[in-house]
């Protein structure tokens, strides 16, 4: 029996005259690399290109989904609560957990959380005297939340 991989999402096992071909679409839990400013060093851009954030944006789906539908949580409250942690165990960043949620929203499975339809986004209370706007799921976000394994 042979196999080959023909590009990242379809491989080919053979045996014989018997060949099957297998479709695996990458996970979220798979993605790697994350957004990265210009105005950071090139230390970091080096650093988004192997961050794990496929697994962040996983841990981020399950968090808001434990508190869903009756709230949300900000990009402070899911790194100093721990509900996000990088490969080493430790919790992200705020600034790395907003960056994991704004990739979210534009990926349609998070959006801000508002006061009433199309009102003012709802803020909590993060670091003396700041706010942070809160995040709920989508139904989309829903859907896919719950079929992330825990």
């Known amino acids: 029996m042979e196999a080959r991989t023909l590009d990242d999402s379809t491989t080919v096992v053979w045996s014989g005259t018997l060949t099957t071909v297998a479709f695996c679409e990458p996970s979220l839990w798979d993605q790697t690399g994350g957004l990265v400013s210009d105005a950071h060093p090139l230390t ?49 960043s705020a600034n790395q957990a ?3 949620l704004l990739e979210l929203r534009d990926a349609g499975l998070v959006d801000f959380q508002r006061e009433f339809p199309a009102g003012p986004i709802v803020e909590a209370a993060t670091t003396p005297g700041n706010t942070g706007q809160v995040h709920t799921l989508t139904a989309y976000g829903v859907s896919k939340a719950s079929a992330i394994p825990a």
């Open 44 to 92: 970091s851009h080096r650093a988004a290109t192997t961050v794990k954030s496929g697994t962040q944006k996983a841990q981020i789906l399950l968090a808001l989904r434990a508190v869903w539908p009756d709230r949300g949580l900000t990009g402070y409250d899911l790194s100093t609560r721990g509900l996000v942690v990088n490969g080493a165990g430790h919790p992200i």
């Open 98 to 100: 907003c960056t994991r």
